[in-house]
């Protein structure tokens, strides 16, 4: 898998009047990296709502070896012709149940430009392995479990309409653990995938649409 992806944003993603980003490059997190993010994220509230709840449906978590497709994170950083800057962290840990192809993953995002930042905790579960039907919950306020409907619609419409239909087509294509599923989308689509990944996050906040654009859903 590459270490770095780097290149120009694609003129799809400029699509509002103040974005101004010149370029992009995404670092993929190493295992030892992912698998201490994850001992200490599994301490916090949110994850462990999070955890508790797929724990309870019936998953338990691929284990953090090296060689396993377990884990998946990436920084990725944009900068703008004027000097901003932004960055987008991504850090997931699929879980699988036995006797069955439902795949799950907890996932924590965190964007990042100027003086402010947003961290979204969230559960994705794919049922029979098909990716294009998941379920996305996440916690509220006071870290209780709920149903969302908001990260993953975002992403799919921006990797439709942005990405190009090559990429929307590979989605079937790529199976396996969630974090699998990303290593095949990020292969088969390129920084395309990690950049509709922030433009979810980002949810068009006037913050960090000048980096990524306005994705909504």
């Not at 989308?185 to 654009?213: E, I």
Request: glycine letters at 8%; hydrophobic letters at 40%.
């Amino acid at each position: 898998m590459p270490e770095e992806l780097k290149g120009p944003v694609s003129e799809n993603y400029k699509d509002v009047p103040n974005v101004y980003l010149a370029s992009f490059g995404s670092k993929f997190a190493g295992f030892p990296v992912l698998a201490a993010k994850f001992n200490t994220l599994y301490t916090k509230p949110p994850t462990k709502a999070l955890q508790s709840k797929v724990l309870a449906q019936g998953f338990k978590p691929l284990a953090m070896a090296e060689g396993q497709k377990a884990l998946f994170g990436t920084t990725t950083t944009f900068k703008s012709s004027d000097g901003k800057t932004a960055s987008f962290d991504v850090a997931m840990h699929a879980y699988e149940k036995s006797g069955s192809k439902d795949q799950a993953a907890v996932v924590t995002m965190t964007f990042r430009a100027g003086d402010q930042s947003e961290t979204y905790h969230c559960l994705l579960v794919a049922p029979g392995g098909d990716f294009e039907k998941t379920e996305e919950f996440t916690v509220d306020a006071n870290n209780a479990v709920i149903v969302a409907h908001s990260y993953w619609t975002r992403f799919r419409r921006c990797l439709a309409s942005k990405c190009g239909s090559a990429c929307l087509t590979a989605i079937p294509t790529c199976a396996g653990s969630w974090a699998a599923f990303l290593w095949c989308l990020v292969a088969k689509c390129g920084g395309c995938v990690l950049k509709c990944a922030a433009c979810a996050g980002c949810n068009c906040r006037w913050w960090c649409r000048w980096a990524v654009g306005c994705c909504e859903g």
